[in-house]
């Protein structure tokens, strides 16, 4: 039997650089879920501050709470303690569920190797629509981000972008 030894090097080359974008994808989930539950957990604190709930009883009492309707009773509060903030609270707001959405297929999304970066596949429930999402390089990381922006703005902290 005649191996190519060209063509075996460019093969484990070529595995090995795959293999390399997809621990990328793993580190770039886990990033993610991090920010999305330090986002989450920025809610629940200025919920707890609009209603001076003890810092130990913040997540007992709030955990119950699932991410959409932590966001209407933030926007329903910032509007009642910030009635000059109704159109940027209503715009973070937007922002929290459209971000949220996102969330939702990568939690429950099947994940698997795409051609350069992992994508996840996810049924929508109303519709029952299949598509692939988060096929693009850096999109995880665009949305890490996005969870960061959106928590500063939570809790009141510009300056970094």
């Not at 090995?16 to 879920?33: R, V």
């Amino acid at each position: 039997m005649n191996i190519n030894v060209d063509h075996a090097t460019e093969f484990r080359d070529d595995l090995q650089a795959w293999s390399e974008k997809m621990q990328s994808g793993y580190a770039e989930l886990g990033e993610f879920m991090v920010e999305f539950s330090q986002l989450e957990f920025s809610i629940r604190v200025a919920i707890g501050g609009y209603l001076k709930i003890p810092s130990d009883l913040i997540n007992p009492i709030l955990s119950e709470y699932q991410f959409v309707p932590l966001c209407r009773v933030w926007k329903l509060l910032e509007n009642k303690f910030n009635p000059e903030k109704i159109e940027v609270t209503k715009k973070i707001c937007g922002e929290l569920l459209a971000l949220n959405e996102q969330r939702v297929r990568i939690a429950h999304g099947l994940w698997t190797p795409g051609v350069e970066v992992l994508e996840a596949l996810h049924v929508a429930k109303n519709s029952g629509r299949v598509g692939t999402y988060f096929s693009e390089s850096g999109e995880l990381k665009s949305l890490a981000n996005e969870c960061q922006r959106l928590m500063q703005e939570i809790i009141g902290f510009k300056g970094i972008s």
